[in-house]
């Protein structure tokens, strides 16, 4: 399988996998058919078009390729037929989830750096693309986002297109430093989950919730 | 009189009906006068605004034709003037709600198909159109965007465009085709409000909250 | 120094404290470095963004100038080392803010002025851009925007839009201009949070919240 073919194929699972998690939390806050979809929809999508937004790449480009709204459907099709099992597996998914993390970041990052835009802003350009789907999920379903604190989420997606940055530094081939970047975004999430590290920016030591700690 | 003033008398109907329900929102949380201009500005256009966005069509509208600003300021004094009963008749106002809701995603799927976009595209658009500017207020105001499961409203506008769709292939004229249409999302409204008629996606019946249901 | 340099330099001390004010947000959300970096990210540069892409400006300004990437990550160094303190003094931090409130929405203004768009979208333009950053710094962390209701917030850049309208409409020089048009800004938030005013745009007086007032 050519290298492209491959990316492309990765990036309908993660597309699915982060429609799936937005359906799930749309069945949780009893949403309709439409807005169990639109929930799906904008996060699976919302991180890469809040980046084409920004760079002014519009029309988005899930507008002119059906094939995402075909993933969205066939998570709607899935979570319809196996919602209670897809819930409680919902975790042994984080597995597809952390694939998507990685590749949304590192295409985010390209797509960028393709602009000609600084290393700096690519980074940011990359951690939008990788987690804005699930920012916006968690506001649309009234929820504080739970990814800028849980389990080193948007960190590992950082450290994702930091490597792959460094990569093509050292002139590896973007197969294998995609494939290399993308695999240390899984090991972090892994270890991070298995262990479940949290990581606060700040402790609020001095403060009122110290007990919380 | 003609088709387009009816279409724009109606769009103008349906701003001020969608304003004066983000204005009803922003009263209740205490906004002061700027807040409450923006909840009712962003809950008219915001709907249409997003669409334009995510097709490249900027600047948006509003900002080259002063009459939506107008009506949101109309909003703004009829709910000053006549506040605690316009809070009560609100559900009252459901008949111009329900065309706004009509007319808003007949408008947004046909922008979107003379922008060539395939027509789930144009479905997509239309929702969007229809019911974001609801969602922005309800996000703005800290609320579960009530519109994806309260009674069958999003899957109305989505009803209303299907069928305008439709009528198109059958060679209905645009005017009658746009009455037939947003005459569905009436009666579909109208028959759900009356009923009490909720359709969640999924129940959760075999989960904890079973109960609920 | 030259009038460019200093509204630059307002400009940056502004953009620092709003980044502040969304660190610290994130700090009490334990938000991890990623999640700290966007939201202070976000409320510095949230507003203007918002303005950008509504006109169509994109890629926005921020990817073509990293002194404010850089002005974030200071914030972000500040929080780091002094965060107690920092949290304690925060209200004492309102004279920079309050510069920040009044510069961004008269930048606003001009810019929307300078693309031919009329006075009062200009004007909406304005406070879009002084206060959006700190709405979506609220919406991220799941509040009720405080700036709709808290002390004359938006109406305070409000009026600084209008005087810096009028005044050029006096033939008032633009630094004169923007100097007087700030110090408004300023004088009115200073008096607003001395003496705890609010300005609900309706009181509640026929409902059943009439004891909260």
Same mark, same amino acid.
């Given at each position: 399988m050519p290298l492209e073919d491959l990316i492309y194929v990765l990036d309908l699972l993660g597309t699915l996998v982060f429609a799936i998690s937005g359906v799930i939390a749309a069945v949780e806050q009893k949403f309709d058919l439409v807005g169990a979809f639109i929930i799906g929809f904008v996060t699976a999508l919302g991180g890469g078009t809040t980046r084409d937004l920004l760079m002014g $790449?519009?029309?988005? $480009?899930w507008m002119h390729n059906l094939d995402y709204l075909l993933i969205v459907s066939l998570a709607m099709i899935l979570c319809y037929l196996f919602y209670p099992r897809l819930s409680k597996i919902r975790r042994s998914l984080f597995i597809f989830d952390s694939i998507g993390l990685g590749l949304f970041s590192i295409l985010g990052f390209q797509k960028a750096l393709i602009a000609e835009l600084d290393i700096p802003i690519a980074l940011i350009l990359g951690i939008v693309s990788a987690v804005f789907g699930g920012v916006i999920r968690d506001v649309l379903t009234n929820q504080v986002p739970l990814i800028f604190r849980k389990e080193i989420y948007a960190l590992a997606a950082l450290a994702g297109a930091v490597l792959y940055w460094l990569g093509g530094l050292l002139g590896l081939s973007a197969g294998i430093d995609a494939v290399v970047s993308i695999s240390l975004v899984v090991l972090i999430r892994s270890l991070a989950v298995a262990r479940g590290w949290q990581s606060p920016f700040l402790p609020l030591g001095s403060n009122s919730n110290s007990k919380e700690d």
């Open positions: $790449a519009t029309p988005v $480009a």
